[in-house]
């Protein structure tokens, strides 16, 4: 959630939460050739590949010869561009959300045939467990493999029954990558090791620049969900939080970006006039949120200085603190500032070069290691 900043108030003055730059010193390094393997059939919408697509540019801007290698859903191209699909995607519901798992008559040899072409100096992985694209190219790689944990939470059936059978493939992982400590603390239980921590990034420039809607600016405060509406997101809490906000007469409307499971459900609990839809691009930065307390949001949301956090699954605390902010602008404001000042550590240049010199470290140990 974020409040809006009253000199300049964007489109939604409270959201719920669930580039340029010189590029002269790194492009005088030596150009990397990169394949960022994503096992969630780029570029289906998803965190996951939000971030691949968005590491895959900045790589490419930096001057690297930069790959995505994804699965293919559909009537989709095998090859398209700097994407290369291999075997087939099917999703399922798991776990309260969508599960990923590709398939292929002739998967380890396109993989061994891939990267004898390609000859990466890196590949990296995006959650290098999921099946069985990701386990099939690692495991046909011989070159400096690298992996990024996004997951983190409670117990896992499939990460406790699959640690032996992939503990052979998480050998061949010369770097971890976790971009949390909770997303870290979660994997290494049952892949134990070295996790460098780089968090996710966003994209400053699109945000800062977006333009307010003006029909929204009506002096009624719009509270924003963005998030994909399944029960693990935690949208029903927000319903019954806005339930009590109405209650206390607060002039307040409910704008929602994201779709899902959930959504038929959501719209008749809610009624159809108290829910829409609103582009991402609409999103104004400077704006603070309101969060659950929990560990993925408290690496990025500082407590009562750049947003609020309530206890999860507890809508009144939720209402509470909504209600703080629709009665205090000077609040709204204080909290968005400060976001806004934050805001530039997670911007995708800074965390890009952070993984590029990771690599690079990686080489180097690779290239004594040889010596």
Do not use: C
């Amino acid at each position: 959630m974020a409040a809006e900043r009253e000199a300049a108030p964007p489109p939604a003055e409270v959201a719920v939460k669930h580039k340029k730059r010189n590029a002269s010193a790194s492009s005088a390094r030596s150009s990397l050739k990169i394949a960022l393997v994503s096992p969630y059939g780029f570029p289906h919408p998803g965190g996951v590949n939000d971030h691949v697509r968005s590491q895959h540019e900045e790589l490419r801007r930096l001057g690297h010869d930069a790959w995505i290698i994804t699965s293919k859903y559909g009537k989709e191209r095998e090859s398209e561009g700097h994407v290369i699909r291999l075997g087939t995607g099917w999703a399922f519901p798991a776990n309260g959300s969508m599960g990923r798992v590709t398939l292929g008559w002739r998967f380890k040899e396109q993989a061994r045939e891939l990267l004898a072409e390609h000859r990466f100096d890196i590949l990296h992985f995006h959650e290098p467990f999921v099946p069985f694209l990701s386990p099939t190219v690692l495991d046909q790689s011989d070159t400096v493999n690298v992996a990024t944990f996004h997951a983190f939470g409670g117990f896992s059936p499939s990460y406790w029954i699959g640690q032996r059978w992939a503990a052979q493939l998480a050998a061949k992982l010369q770097g971890r990558i976790a971009v949390s400590g909770a997303a870290r603390h979660f994997i290494s239980r049952y892949f134990p090791g070295d996790y460098r921590i780089i968090p996710n990034g966003v994209d400053i420039e699109r945000y800062a620049s977006a333009a307010p809607i003006e029909e929204l600016r009506d002096g009624t405060l719009n509270i924003l969900f963005v998030g994909r509406l399944e029960e693990r997101k935690g949208f029903i809490h927000l319903l019954k939080a806005y339930h009590r906000l109405r209650k206390r007469h607060v002039d307040a409307r409910l704008l929602v970006v994201g779709a899902g499971p959930k959504l038929r459900e959501y719209r008749r609990y809610a009624g159809l006039r108290q829910i829409r839809d609103v582009e991402l691009e609409a999103m104004a930065a400077g704006i603070p949120i309101v969060a659950s307390d929990i560990h993925g949001y408290k690496n990025v949301v500082q407590r009562d200085a750049t947003g609020l956090l309530v206890e999860p699954k507890n809508h009144k605390q939720l209402a509470a603190a909504l209600y703080a902010l629709a009665r205090d602008p000077d609040l709204r404001h204080q909290l968005g500032e400060a976001a806004r000042a934050k805001a530039p550590e997670y911007s995708w240049p800074r965390v890009t070069e952070q993984v590029v010199d990771y690599y690079r470290e990686l080489l180097a140990e690779r290239s004594r290691g040889r010596g």
